[in-house]
T-cell receptor, first 113, second 114 residues
Framework: AQSVTQLDSQVPVFEEAPVELRCNYS??????LFWYVQYPNQGLQLLLK??????LVKGINGFEAEFNKSQTSFHLRKPSVHISDTAEYFC???????????FGTGTLLAVQP | DGGITQSPKYLFRKEGQNVTLSCEQN?????MYWYRQDPGQGLRLIYY???????QKGDIAEGYSVSREKKESFPLTVTSAQKNPTAFYLC?????????????FGEGSRLTVL
């Protein structure tokens, strides 16, 4: 079965600094990866997704992620964060056999002034 | 505007009571999902439905029930058999693209058992 690991439960960072949120997935022949963001007391919204093609994927709000098959990773990055980026970020992998989306435990990005 | 509507946003329940959470979508999506969110545990799948009149158990279905009589609606009942029902519940739907497609989420329902 597919699985996703987000090792960092919380990442504190100062405003305008770069940030990387880590995500590792279980190896599979075909893998489809997603990053979602959740603001307090709201649902999730899609930041970006990797299906195939270029390993560098650009998303909304200046975020990007790089698919690395050899390291089974899909880390999320932003070169300069804002206070408004404070939220919880979830990495997810799609299970093609069951049409289920399997989420990691999330990383809280806490941007400080 | 197209989207997913969950109600109520906040709900309090006494122990031993069943409660039903509503989820309605006007996106014309075939697949719908219910997730439970607890601090530090991410989102765990309760039930999902890929088509009307059909649904499957997710990873934590015990103590929950669903129905899918209409394409637009996927209500979740939290029964008295659910031992620890206090949580944030999220409904989602998925359209064309199957397992490569984006999930669209509602704003959630927060259930507190008193």
């Amino acid at each position: 079965a597919q699985s996703v690991t987000q090792l960092d439960s919380q990442v504190p960072v100062f405003e305008e600094a770069p940030v990387e949120l880590r995500c590792n997935y279980s190896s599979s022949v075909s893998v489809y990866l997603f990053w979602y963001v959740q603001y307090p007391n709201q649902g999730l919204q899609l930041l970006l997704k990797y299906l195939s093609g270029s390993t560098l994927v650009k998303g909304i709000n200046g975020f990007e992620a790089e698919f690395n098959k050899s390291q089974t990773s899909f880390h999320l990055r932003k070169p300069s964060v804002h206070i408004s980026d404070t939220a919880e970020y979830f990495c997810a992998v799609s299970d093609g056999a069951t049409n289920k989306l399997i989420f990691g435990t999330g990383t809280l990005l806490a941007v400080q002034p | 505007d197209g989207g997913i509507t969950q109600s109520p946003k906040y709900l309090f329940r006494k122990e031993g009571q069943n409660v039903t959470l509503s989820c309605e979508q006007n996106l014309n999506h075939d697949a719908m999902y219910w997730y439970r969110q607890d601090p530090g545990q991410g989102l765990r799948l309760i039930y999902y439905s890929q088509i009307v009149n059909d649904f499957q158990k997710g990873d934590i279905a015990e103590g929950y029930s669903v129905s899918r009589e209409k394409k637009e609606s996927f209500p979740l009942t939290v029964t008295s058999a659910q031992k620890n029902p206090t949580a944030f519940y999220l409904c989602a739907s998925r359209g064309a693209g199957g397992y490569t497609g984006e999930l669209f989420f509602g704003e959630g329902s927060r259930l507190t058992v008193l």
